[in-house]
Antibody, heavy 125, light 107 residues
């Protein structure tokens, strides 16, 4: 079955960088677009970025543009989110999620296993 | 970015009630809208996509409607498993946005 496992979260000081990873299995990773979505403690969902199946198209939320970079390595079945200049407002659980198609234009896939369990990033001095 | 506004923010209802949640977009998004359900400590799950298409495995008591800027999610007869937070999300533009969420509580 589909499995998405995020890693790389932790406590980081303001202004520093962090790279999050999402290891995928149980499906043909190289055939699907992928998303990052975050959720601050006690708050709502916030979409971060999307990447197409081949990494050729990438789009970001306004707050992420220029600070975050989404990428993928299809040979390793892994999705990444490189974050820079982190601030307290970036404290959140970061989820990776599988798209319902190969491009960046479709919705996040259905099913209980289309999202990872999330990795918590805490920005604090 | 396109802004998505949900109402109400919180809704108190009883088992068996018909429940409606509204989502408004700041500009037309055609029918490029999805609805998600999230329970505490869990990842979200998609219920509806393209405004009115029911995701496989989702109970038929959930339905979605609307186009352009106004959308609704309806639960025809609320069940105990449905007490959760619901979010809409537009995927019309390259930059997606979620609504702020509607928490459905037990009355």
């Amino acid at each position: 079955q589909v499995q998405l496992v995020e890693s790389g979260g932790g406590v980081v000081q303001p202004g520093r960088s962090l790279r999050l990873s999402c290891a995928a299995s149980g499906f043909t990773f190289s055939s699907y677009g992928m998303h990052w979505v975050r959720q601050a403690p006690g708050k709502g969902l916030e979409w971060v970025a999307v990447i197409s199946y081949d990494g050729g198209n990438k789009y970001y939320a306004e707050f992420a543009e220029g600070r975050f970079a989404i990428s993928r390595d299809n040979s390793k079945n892994t999705l990444y989110l490189q974050t820079h200049s982190l601030g307290a407002e970036d404290t959140a659980v970061y989820y990776c999620a599988k798209a319902s198609c190969s491009s960046t234009s479709c919705h996040i896939a259905g099913g209980d296993d289309s999202w990872g369990q999330g990795t918590l990033v805490t920005v604090s001095s | 970015d396109i802004q998505m506004t949900q109402s109400p923010s919180t809704l108190s209802a009883s088992v068996g009630d018909r429940v409606t949640i509204t989502c408004r977009a700041s500009q037309s998004i055609s029918t490029w809208l999805a609805w998600y359900q999230q329970k505490p400590g869990k990842a979200p799950k998609v219920l509806i996509y393209k405004a009115s298409s029911l995701e496989s495995g989702v109970p038929s008591r959930f339905s979605g409607s609307g186009s352009g800027t106004e959308f609704t999610l309806t639960i025809s007869s609320l069940q105990p498993d449905d007490f959760a937070t619901y979010y809409c999300q537009q995927y019309n533009s390259y930059s997606r946005t979620f609504g702020q969420g509607t928490k459905v509580e037990i009355k």
